[in-house]
């Protein structure tokens, strides 16, 4: 596995393998890494020629109150990690690197973000947005590939490559859960103790509801209620949005059918979680 810190090397051994006719995986991530991101780097091991993973925690999509400073991170574990999960190409640029001077242009989100973190967190979006365009000019991808965890995210991409006519297959992965339902997350260590016991309730409540629409529940504010009791009723955790919305399109339902996603975030003292379960109702 190389380690390439600068964008110039990156597209440099990418259009070797470009010439070649290779297929080029690529595994974008902030880092600290842990059995989600290893499920998205073993599909792209096994569809494609060429692995690329980039960990850049980017600072773009961070508001001011947010965590940049304190998101976890250990290099040397994820190097390790990437090297047995066979990479062949870790890009590792720095803010520098990635920003050398104001941006000129940046990318709006328009769509699709009006709801869930969108709202909560506001121009997290564009700042995702404009680190992936950047992303894909420097990896050059065949495929990318993005966990259901950041469902949202998964919208946000699906709506960037289109339109900007980006050559490039995304690949939504299915969410990696801890064996009590958490969701996997680089977060999770910022949880205190009794948090992590709570923090399984999450999925519990989502489950719950779910449950309810296949037993013929389809009000979904009581289908919200019924989430935000389980919730505040089993942690300390500060309810930040459930949402039920048409996926991918995230629009409101008048009427709950067809491809939905019931999407969840909480803030505990350290550290705010996301989880959501999509599904289909016939
Ligand atoms: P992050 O490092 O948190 O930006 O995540 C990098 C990629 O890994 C994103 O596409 C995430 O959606 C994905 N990911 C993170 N956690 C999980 C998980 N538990 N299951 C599946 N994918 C995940």
């Known amino acids: 596995m190389k380690v390439i810190t600068t964008i110039q090397d990156m597209q440099n051994e990418i259009m070797k393998h470009k010439t070649l006719g290779e297929s ?45 400073s304190t998101y976890p991170r ?18 590792y640029p720095s803010v520098e690197e990635m920003y050398p001077h104001e941006s000129s242009v940046k990318v709006v989100v328009q769509e699709r973000t009006d709801v869930l973190c969108g709202k909560s967190r506001p121009g ?10 950047k992303l894909f000019h420097i990896v050059m991808p065949t495929r990318a590939y993005f966990g259901k965890k950041d ?4 919208a946000v991409i699906d709506g960037l490559i289109s339109d900007f006519n980006f050559l490039i297959q995304l690949v939504p992965v299915d969410i990696v859960r801890e064996e009590d339902g958490l969701a996997k997350s680089s977060r999770n260590v910022n949880l205190l103790p009794e948090e992590r016991q709570q923090a399984p309730i999450l999925f519990r409540s989502l489950q719950k509801a779910k449950k309810a629409i296949i037993d013929g529940e389809r009000n979904p504010n009581k289908l ?11 942690s300390d955790g500060e309810i930040d949005y459930v949402e039920i919305l048409s996926y991918p399109q995230l629009k409101v339902l ?7 996603i019931i999407a969840i975030a909480v803030k505990f003292s350290r550290v705010r979680l996301i989880d959501n379960i999509i599904f289909q109702i016939d």
């Open 74 to 91: 250990d290099f040397d574990r994820d190097r390790a990690l990437a090297e047995a999960e066979k990479v062949d190409y870790l890009f």
């Open 151 to 154: 469902a949202q995210q998964v």
């Open 254 to 260: 008048e009427k709950l059918d067809g491809s939905i």
């Open 124 to 133: 997290h979006f564009d700042g995702v947005a404009t680190v992936i365009t």
């Open 24 to 68: 080029i995986g690529f595994v974008p991530t902030m880092g600290f890494l842990h059995e989600g991101h290893l499920t998205l780097i073993s599909k792209a091991r096994e569809e494609n020629n060429i692995v690329v993973l980039s960990i850049f925690v980017n600072p773009l999509q961070f508001g001011p109150k947010e965590d940049y």
């Open 224 to 234: 919200v209620n019924m989430i935000k009791e389980a919730i505040s009723s089993e």
